[in-house]
């Protein structure tokens, strides 16, 4: 019971890395608030924390939209009467275009989903701990894409680093309010968005070429990525703040 009396908002909660982090959360003690755009898909993984004994509620947004993140971090504050833990989790990947290749449309979606987003998170979450004067935690998922970039995906990629140094710059804008910023990168996981990265040859070969890149000869699960978030989420890691924190079997070494 690592996260006990803690309130945490999962975003992107609904499959992959934030689906493993919400119930992790929760079997560690967490109120969990699952928000992602599907909501179908987050109210069956609140449905599951339910019956296993957690305490969740569901809540459909569109992080990259300012007016609904806002209400996504009342409805936890409603809800549960506080929030402690934000990780922002929800992003889309991309299939593997050169960048010069890469349509503006898909270049605005990316920068608008995947960064925008962690900005109006803080935007909205920040005043929020700044007035219950209590510690607060913001975990971002970023990606090894940052900080060793496979060609193909630049776009991507480039969104992610900027994640880099808006977590770092946000670590530091924020530490005299205790509130810790920190980035988890995992190496390509078993998840939804992973099809899109392998792209449209033999899925098999792509597979398996991603895998001979990760010295310890395996992609990421949503269990690595819910371990590394319960360590940042919780007390124990109440001393760090402003780092990247690899989840990568090795990858970037
Ligand atoms: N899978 C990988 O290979 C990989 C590698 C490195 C980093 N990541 C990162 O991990 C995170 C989780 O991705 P995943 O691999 O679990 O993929 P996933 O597709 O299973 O999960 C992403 C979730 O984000 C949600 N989402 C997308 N746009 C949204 C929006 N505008 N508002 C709210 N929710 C939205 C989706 O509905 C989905 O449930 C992402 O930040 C991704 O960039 C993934």
Redesign the pocket.
Known sequence: MRLKNKVAIV??A?????EGIAKRFAKEGAQVLV????LD?AESVASEINKDGGNAIAFG????DSSQTKEMIDRSCEAFGKMDILIQ?????MRPTPLIETSEEEFDALFK??VK?VYLGAVHSVPIFRKQKTPGVIIN?I???AIRPRPGLTAYNAS?GSLVTMTKGLSLELASDNIRVNGLC????D????DG?LGDGPKDESYNRFVSTVPLGRL?KPRDMANAALYLASDEADFITGVMLEVDGGRCV
């Open positions: 975003t992107g609904a499959s992959g890395f934030g928000a992602d755009i599907n898909g947004v569109d992080v990259s989790n929800a992003a889309i990947g989903i995947n987003s998922t990606s090894t894409a992610k995992p190496v390509a996981g998840t939804a968005m992973l990265f990421c």
